[in-house]
């Protein structure tokens, strides 16, 4: 005989209604989105003081040793939107699981699993190409903070150490997508569970009680037919 935990499916052995800090995936998803949108308006902030101000906040490539400039209006008008956007999307997630409305969740999901394929892309064209980080170091100022010594160090090395930084950045992401994965679950279930409810009690109603179906007597049989007698 096969153990039920044989029959789960992968899925559901890893579906858990906790997540870190010992506190339910919904309110862990509803502290994400928060700190997501935080980050966001930050970001979007600094954006849009940069576009008003645009002579203290313009970055020119001169001080990186290029030609072109680093950062235009145009490339910060789609920052901002892109801001604006995930400002929407972490909002409407932490609406879905603060209202029980699983189909708000998705889109924020779907940003996760955008966001852990675009950096383990990252991950894998470090392996295929490991000269990029040398490349990336040289156009970086003079003055950034212990630039030499980490040009200093074997090409080898500085592979394994990004790879293993960007291994812990996919292991946390992966474990954040997990949580919220587990919080459109709950969220899902607890709406299929509130409408089976609904469906039941709804019906219930439209039964007679079962008090009225004792009060009522029972009909009486009818009489034999008898033989009529000549």
Same mark, same amino acid.
């Given at each position: 005989m096969? @153990?039920? /935990? #044989?029959?789960? @499916?992968?899925?559901?052995r890893w579906y858990s209604t906790s997540c870190c800090l010992c506190c339910h995936v919904r309110t862990g998803t509803i502290i994400l989105g928060v700190w997501y949108m935080l980050i966001n308006a930050v970001v979007l902030l600094i *954006? &849009? #003081? %940069? *576009? @008003?101000?645009?002579e203290q906040y313009h970055l020119t490539s001169a001080e990186l040793a290029n030609d072109l400039d680093v950062m235009d209006d145009a490339n910060m008008c789609i920052a901002s939107a892109i801001s604006l *956007?995930?400002? *929407?999307i972490c909002g409407m997630a932490t609406y879905g699981a =603060? /209202? &029980?409305r699983a189909a708000w969740i998705i889109?924020?999901?779907? =940003?996760?699993?955008?966001d852990f394929a675009l950096n383990t892309l990252v991950a894998v064209s470090i392996v295929v190409y490991p000269n990029t980080i040398q490349d990336y170091l040289q156009q970086l100022p003079d003055n950034f903070p212990y630039k030499e010594e980490v040009a %200093? &160090? @074997?090409?080898?090395? $500085?592979? $394994?150490i990004v790879l293993l930084f960007i291994g812990c950045i996919l292991g946390f992401k992966a474990y954040l997508i997990a949580c919220v994965w587990n919080c459109y679950r709950y969220v899902s279930g607890r709406g299929s569970s509130e409408l089976l409810l609904y469906v039941t009690t709804d019906t219930t109603v439209l039964l007679p009680p079962y008090d009225d179906n004792m009060s009522v007597p029972p009909k009486r049989a009818p009489a034999p037919c008898t033989s009529a007698t000549a």
């Open positions: 096969f @153990s039920d /935990k #044989t029959m789960m @499916s992968p899925w559901d *954006l &849009l #003081t %940069a *576009l @008003s101000d645009p *956007l995930m400002i *929407l =603060y /209202k &029980l889109p924020f999901f779907c =940003y996760q699993i955008f %200093a &160090l @074997s090409n080898v090395c $500085l592979v $394994l």
